[in-house]
């Protein structure tokens, strides 16, 4: 299951994408701020962020800045309140993958989470075979072509 962690301050709103996350079958992990994502990044595997811009002690963009230096491939959606070319050019700048302006439509935030899910998948496999040892991180199983384990 794809682990999202949504960095939101506005409680309302970090419920209702958590809920239509959810319901959807992802995972989600919640931050009121970008220092409390950095903290929740250092204890648990996190896939996917989305992230608002304007949050208090660490904002959005410093927030991407420092996790791109250790998960460059880290799936990006910035979803903020900011909507002009300048506010974007900088999001993408900082390594966004994707960005959406607020107000915004729950299922074109759904379609563009699956979306970037699909392209990381291209890039990176859940699967790693050495030989007849096969690692399959998704379906958590190792397989040496006889004997399968199970977590």
Do not use: W
Request: net charge negative.
């Amino acid at each position: 299951m794809l682990h999202i962690l949504l960095a939101e301050d506005d409680q309302v709103l970090q419920h209702l994408l958590a809920t239509a996350l959810r319901q959807e079958g992802y995972q989600v992990s919640l931050a009121n701020d970008g220092q409390e994502a950095l903290d929740i990044f250092e204890h648990d595997f996190i896939d996917f962020l989305i992230t608002d811009v304007m949050m208090p002690k660490v904002d959005g963009y410093e927030l991407i800045d420092s996790l791109r230096l250790t998960r460059p491939d880290l799936p990006i959606l910035i979803l903020t309140a900011k909507g002009g070319l300048e506010d974007k050019e900088k999001g993408f700048g900082f390594g966004a993958d994707d960005y959406m302006v607020k107000p915004i439509q729950l299922k074109e935030l759904i379609l563009r989470v699956e979306s970037l899910c699909r392209r990381v998948r291209l890039q990176t496999s859940q699967r790693l075979q050495i030989g007849a040892l096969l690692l399959d991180q998704e379906a958590l199983t190792v397989t040496d072509g006889v004997i399968s384990i199970v977590k």
